[in-house]
T-cell receptor
Framework: AQSVSQHNHHVILSEAASLELGCNYS??????LFWYVQYPGQHLQLLLK??????LVKGIKGFEAEFIKSKFSFNLRKPSVQWSDTAEYFC??????????FGTGTQLKVEL | DAGVTQSPTHLIKTRGQQVTLRCSPK?????VSWYQQALGQGPQFIFQ???????QRGNFPDRFSGHQFPNYSSELNVNALLLGDSALYLC????????????FGPGTRLTVT
């Protein structure tokens, strides 16, 4: 069975600070990896995805993530956060079976 | 182009009652998945429907059932509601040709009292 761990449950940053959210997955086969974002009052939106190829993937709004196969990790990064990045971020894996398995999420609050 | 829509937005039910939630997939999509998102948790996969049949099921009891209609819309039914069923229920749609590209609806907030 596949599983996803997100280590940071709540993160508070000041505007312009750098962001890195950790994500580790457990699955022995080929995986497809995702980061989703849920802004307050809005639905889940895809931030970025990794299927294959370059392990450094870029998504919307300046976010990027790096797939490190040897560490089973897919950490999300942004060099300089903005107040509008306040949201909940979910890492997800698509491995065996036709389903997404999500982590528990990280609540990010960006202060002015 | 309308995205995934869900109804109702909010719902309050009493323990033991039954509830039906509805989902219309994004235009061009033929596969619908349902997820339960409890407070403070990530979404958990309930089941997936394609060609009007349940293709895959997560670790949920038989009280959770579903249906897909010929127009690809779907319903989630929950019988004998428990307090623990209180959650945000998300519908996601995709196309068989691009299974990983799931689009999520806004969800239905179910409160069981």
């Amino acid at each position: 069975a596949q599983s996803v761990s997100q280590h940071n449950h709540h993160v508070i940053l000041s505007e312009a600070a750098s962001l890195e959210l950790g994500c580790n997955y457990s699955y022995g086969g080929t995986v497809n990896l995702f980061w989703y974002v849920q802004y307050p009052g809005q639905h889940l939106q895809l931030l970025l995805k990794y299927f294959s190829g370059d392990p450094l993937v870029k998504g919307i709004k300046g976010f990027e993530a790096e797939f490190i196969k040897s560490k089973f990790s897919f950490n999300l990064r942004k060099p300089s956060v903005q107040w509008s990045d306040t949201a909940e971020y979910f890492c997800a894996v698509w491995g065996g079976g036709n389903k997404l398995t999500f982590g528990t999420g990280t609540q990010l609050k960006v202060e002015l | 182009d309308a995205g995934v829509t869900q109804s109702p937005t909010h719902l309050i039910k009493t323990r033991g009652q039954q509830v039906t939630l509805r989902c219309s997939p994004k235009s061009g999509h033929d596969t619908v998945s349902w997820y339960q998102q409890a407070l403070g948790q990530g979404p958990q996969f309930i089941f997936q429907y394609y060609e009007e049949e349940e293709r895959q099921r997560g670790n949920f009891p038989d009280r959770f059932s579903g249906h897909q209609f010929p127009n690809y819309s779907s319903e989630l039914n929950v019988n004998a509601l428990l307090l623990g069923d209180s959650a945000l229920y998300l519908c996601a749609s995709t196309h068989q040709g691009s299974m990983y590209e799931q689009y999520f609806g806004p969800g239905t907030r179910l409160t069981v009292t």
